[in-house]
């Protein structure tokens, strides 16, 4: 049995390492793909000046046909990972374009070689790789180039990252896609007036990495990476806390058996203006009544549009936020699921929530490019949520009648399977009742299925 | 001990097919001030030390025809060549065979000078305790 040690470099990166499994292997040759914008290069350097360690091994950094150095270097300067002190004395950027241009793809050898013996990089990185294939005289002379290339630096302790504005297509045609340990691939989607980025692995030799479409998004301090929430592992077996958790209305909580029960998932749809919004304020404001630290997703009212609706309730913004209430707003415009995920879990885990309101999963519908990814990462933020015994409530906008197979009663039917709990309410459409609510669903409790009148008084919700 | 066999003390055999790592393994051997010879096989690596010893062998675990713990067995079995410092060096993680085979070193590759030299300088100085 081996007992051979395997060793990672890190990405400098928390969330980077934490979908690679460590890192990268050391001493592997890497491919960071994508097309342009999409944040390969940005990625490179931040790593590679997470490395750039004062008296540590240099790393060096080659840019063929992409970008002149002098370029790449003034953007740089605009992140706070850059350290100009390093660049010359730790980092060697060394431009070969000209010289490829003029003698050949044949020219990077030596270029490589008298580079591992003058400074003995711990890090090489080729910015673009994928240019070379446009210098090579040939598919022969590059894969010979290619050979000779890999064979010299995997004989040297140094790890590798090809960088290229490679497609899909090249991954399955381009002969370095074959000889490469790891490929990190780039994307990005644009939806509506907003660019949405991605990163995913396509191969990690000898790791059991993240697999699928990670978040990131570029700030000034580099690369935000937001790593796809996975279900957990003891999804299947979770047990709802038997303890009621009251909803804060003496109605509600008669209807759906005595409240909901610890840790469970209740659906709150109804169209506009029904008391949703009321009622997962009401949820919330009972959690800090009973001194349980509550947090309420917004991504409709603003803060000051929700303290004025939390006033009317009798209570104060300040007062209940010392007292445990948190509020994340989100401008519904800016809305990244995979960040606010990251955001909202973070919050969760540190401040000891046992109260969630994402008001509302509409607007995350709206914001996701991709329904089935929303409906996986909900699934798995709410089993992570019932582990946790967090109590989660979810609004959700419906247009028409959903019980007469409105246009919102597949999704209803397809948020059912994921949550314990679904309230209904009426916009007045019941026969005699201005405003109604009923239980659709409401897991492992006798409830009352009857629809039931109420009003929105200063007070709130109240069951009549 | 032969004249001929005498301790060659800065002289450095790198037994490996890989010519990449020869051409570096000998770059960073030179400029650390030894000099170095080549053999790309075991049986002409073996057949070398035993006419003219070196100093210290890097040898590559899996050479051709004769693998470098075979080598290495051969050379500390023999007493004209047991004084030969032996380092064993691999991409496999086989410390505890190498050193079962009389190694005096082993270092996994791939090659980096500050690691090449340290466990040159290991091999070297168990051969000088014992010899």
Redesign the interface.
Known sequence: M????YKCISTGNLQMDEILNGGFPA?SINIIMGQPGTGKTIFAEQMLFHHATDGGRPILYLTTLSEPVAKVLSYLQRFSFFDESKVGSVVHYREIGTDLAKNGIGALLPYV?EA??SI?PKIIVIDSFKALHDLAESPQEMRRILYELT??L?????TVFLVGEYTDEHAQALPEFAIADGILQFLRSTLSTRDERFLRVLKLRGSSYLEGLHGCKITSAGLEIYPRLVTPKVAESYVTEIERVSSGIEGIDKIIGGGFLGGSTTVVAGPTGSGKTTLSLQFALEGIRQKERSLYVNFQENPSQLARLIRSLGADLEEIEAAGFELLYVSPVELQIDSIIVKLFGLIQKNNIKRLVIDSISDFARASSDPDRLHDYLYSLLQHMALKGVTTLLTYETVGNILSGGRDAASISRFSNMSDNILLLGDGRAPDFDRDIRCLKARGTQHDRKAHQFEITDKGIRVL | MPDNLQKSPLVVMVADADPHIRELAGYFLTEAGYTVTFETDGYEALDSARKAPPMAILADLLLNRLDGLALCRLLKGDPATEHIAIIVFSVLAAEERARKAGADAFMLKPLEKKRLLMALEEATRKRDMIT
Not at chain 1, 154 to 158: M, N
């Open positions: 081996s007992n051979h040690e001493n070689k591992i013996h003995a064979g010299l995997s004989s040297f302790e140094t």
